[in-house]
């Protein structure tokens, strides 16, 4: 079986591949606009997910007055045109949801807003990272579509090559997945989006205020002070923790997780540095029970999770 041919293609093809990310990945010297930063925009560049996103936009609707917020239950608030700048893509569409969730209802619960996981990672997301490329804190990796689709398409020769020179057998088949995966992939990417200078800064920086934020009691909502956890004690062998998850956060390195609880009746938060596979378990609104090392004082595992929905 002679696979020179065929690896020869490959590794054609994978250079290319290589080049044109090179290519791409040069940073452009876009200015940015100079607006400020909305929360919900600098959550997304740090890597949120698209529900925190969306959990923080509804909030910042509601502190400049498009929604009214009354415990844990939201309604349409006063703000109109004219009042303040117009809300941004992604906040009308955010807006259209509060509308249709209450249907002609006075208010309804914030739990009842979250969307599904579909439609924020096809209509919520990609509003929001307009939004930032508007701001000059992203671009798109390619002008258009078309190098990913040439790039796609370029898979069918050392694909060809290899199922002309092996058949079946198993060159044939991985060159097969290999194929129907990077094609996908590169597809699926479509234009792709590459933060700037600025949108990495931006994106190394913490929450604005990680000391203060909007605590999901259990039984509503209400504003308080996140406030670091004291030293564990001493000789202990296991310390557990619980309670509702009010934010989670990261360092301005990016090493450091933190996620802060809630007892439910207090009025302050704590917060607890955890291991990042805890931190991408959990969400806003969510009730846990982590385990402690007593030596360090990091939560390195989830002993019980109830999502918030």
Do not use: C
């Not at 452009?28 to 936009?57: D, I, N, W, Y």
């Not at 390195?253 to 938060?269: F, Q």
């Not at 360090?296 to 109830?306: F, K, S, W």
């Amino acid at each position: 079986m002679d696979l020179v041919w065929p690896a020869a293609a490959w590794a054609l093809w994978a250079a290319t591949l290589a080049a044109a990310f090179k290519v791409s990945s040069r940073d452009r010297h876009l200015r940015p606009s100079g607006e400020p930063v909305a929360v919900p925009v600098a959550e997304l560049l740090r890597g949120m997910r698209a529900q925190e996103v969306f959990h923080a936009t509804v909030f910042e609707l509601a502190g400049r007055g498009w929604l009214r917020a009354e415990g844990d239950r939201f309604s349409l608030g006063d703000q109109g045109p004219g009042q303040e700048e117009p809300p941004a893509a992604y906040e009308r569409w955010v807006l259209e949801r509060v509308r249709a969730r209450l249907a002609g209802a006075p208010d309804t619960p914030e739990i009842e807003l979250m969307p599904h996981e579909a439609e924020l990672d096809g209509q919520f997301v990609p509003l929001v990272r307009r939004r930032a490329i508007e701001l000059g804190l992203a671009r798109r990796r390619w002008p258009s579509m078309l190098v990913p689709v040439l790039l796609a398409a370029g898979l069918v020769v050392p694909w060809y090559a290899t199922i002309a020179a092996a058949g079946l057998a198993w060159p044939g088949m991985i060159a097969t997945m290999v194929s129907l995966v990077a094609g996908i992939g590169l597809l699926m990417g479509g234009r792709g989006f590459l933060l700037t200078e600025r949108g990495r800064e931006i994106a190394r920086t913490g929450p604005a205020n990680p000391r203060q934020e909007w605590i999901f009691t259990g039984s509503g909502w209400q504003g308080g002070e996140i406030v670091p956890a004291g030293p564990p004690p001493q000789g202990s062998g296991r310390q557990e923790v619980a309670g509702y998850v009010v934010k989670r956060w990261t360092d301005e390195t990016g090493e450091h997780h933190y996620v802060a609880l809630h007892d439910g009746s207090s009025r302050t938060a704590t917060a607890f540095e955890v291991e990042q596979a805890v931190y991408q378990d959990v969400l806003p609104g969510d009730q846990v029970r982590l385990l402690v090392r007593p030596r360090t004082g990091i939560a390195v595992r989830m002993l019980a999770h109830d999502r918030h929905r």
